[in-house]
């Protein structure tokens, strides 16, 4: 592996293991603020490994590749949740700094430990249980009802690992692999099927000096498992109800010990008392998703803010500056051609701001997506819908 190139001025070495789309949107903000990033890819033609000089190309499983990485790093952050904690283990022995640590990390890579300890923190969860055998599921969807969510602890993203199950043989597959070594080792989580009033997500930054900033909460919508839209901030959100939720967040943010960008995916849900309320379904301990938005409509978005906590700088402004911003995914569709889109869109809505992870189409797959801002969210989300819609090939005109 080759040592990433050095800038003058005492500039740092910011590693992020894994060279998706969040990587190569931390390379935008790290230009401008003359940091260096260096990427351990996947590949040659990841995401960031397009767009950052040093991608080395190495396994984030391999303790011998993300340690030979880590060293030629100031300090490393990730990209996903996916490196074993074995992994993370062996770099704190070697005194790597790294954002989040491995003990905070856990609570976003294994659902059952995230449920587990939210719940100690008297944190709103869905009511929840561990199986490890059918009679477990079935005894669960007697006590809760019938559809239950079943979920894998591990190695789930966007949907996968998520199944709406009517009874124990819709999962009985997944359960022979409870006990193997594997994302199902210690069993699956079960939860109680949410019928909530619509998905919401509180982002929040903190710094390892225990600095924290909160972007306003927004909404998302999910499609399949996966996010196609973000509206920030979430309409006609109760007042009470958003700052109680990023009150929760910001708890989540300092009891776990998170450091760098914190996203809590909740339901909202009608409290006992009618008034709005909240469940917490995951977290997770990098830019996410629902944060896309900021980039454009934010005074600091997540990808400066995520260098700048990792880095332990103070924190940048997460207030907005417009009233609204609509965030809307590109998934891939059937046409595997992108770029010629962008004489429509842009002739259309000189506007919008198109962001692209310089990733292949495949089907379903988040590719990219486009942001809009100002006074009327019926007219910023339709613009954003318009664009996505067009690179997606879903519409033609
Ligand atoms: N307990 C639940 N009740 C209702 N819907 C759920 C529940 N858990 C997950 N979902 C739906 O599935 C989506 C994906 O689940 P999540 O646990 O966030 O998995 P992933 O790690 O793939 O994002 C959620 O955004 C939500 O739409
Ligand atoms: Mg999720």
């Not at 009802?145 to 949907?159: A, H, L, M, N, S």
């Not at 069993?187 to 909530?196: A, C, N």
Request: hydrophobic share 45%.
């Amino acid at each position: 592996m080759t040592e990433p190139k050095r800038a003058p001025g005492g500039f740092p070495v910011v590693g992020v293991v894994g060279g998706g789309q969040l990587a190569r949107m931390m390379q935008g903000p790290a230009i401008e603020l003359g940091i260096q990033l260096s990427v351990l890819a996947e590949d040659e033609v990841a995401a960031a490994a397009l767009v950052v000089p040093s991608s080395p190309v190495g396994r984030h499983t391999e303790l011998d590749h993300v340690l030979e990485f880590a060293r030629s790093c100031d300090v490393v952050a990730f990209d996903h949740e996916h490196v074993p904690q074995s992994v993370l283990e062996s770099l704190e022995n070697e005194g790597i700094v790294m954002h989040p640590s491995r003990t905070a990390l856990r609570f976003a890579q294994d659902k059952l430990a995230m449920r587990r300890r939210l719940t100690d923190l008297g944190i709103a969860c869905p009511r929840w249980a561990v199986a490890r055998v059918a009679a477990d599921v079935d005894r669960f969807g007697a006590e809760v009802g019938w559809p239950v969510i079943v979920k894998t602890p591990r190695g789930g993203y966007d949907g996968k690992g998520v199944m709406l199950a009517s009874s124990s043989a819709d999962v009985a597959d997944w359960l022979t692999h409870v006990g193997e070594p594997g994302p199902m080792s210690e069993g699956l989580l079960l939860e109680e099927r949410v019928d909530f009033t619509r998905e919401l997500a509180a982002l929040v930054a903190r710094s390892p000096s225990g600095q924290a900033a909160a972007w306003p909460v927004v909404e998302t919508v999910q499609t399949g498992g996966i996010c196609t839209e973000v509206l920030a901030p979430a309409p006609g959100i109760d007042p009470d109800l958003a700052a109680v939720a990023t009150e929760a967040a910001l708890r989540v943010a300092g009891e776990l010990g998170v450091t760098g960008v914190l996203a809590v995916e909740m339901f909202e849900v009608p409290g006992p008392d009618g008034r709005p309320g909240y469940v917490v379904n995951e977290l997770a301990m990098r830019p996410h998703n629902s944060g896309h938005w900021s980039m454009d409509g934010a005074v600091t978005g997540q990808f400066e803010q995520h260098l700048r906590a990792v880095l332990d700088l103070p924190l940048g402004d997460p207030r907005p500056h417009a009233p609204w911003t609509a965030m809307a995914n590109v998934l891939g569709g059937d046409y595997p051609e992108l770029y010629p889109a962008y004489r429509h869109i842009m002739a259309r809505d000189p506007q919008a701001k198109v962001h692209m992870y310089g990733k292949g189409v495949r089907p379903g797959r988040k590719l990219g997506h486009v942001n809009v801002s100002g006074p009327d969210l019926a007219e910023v989300r339709d613009r954003a819908r318009h664009a996505a819609d067009f690179l997606q090939g879903v519409i033609t005109e």
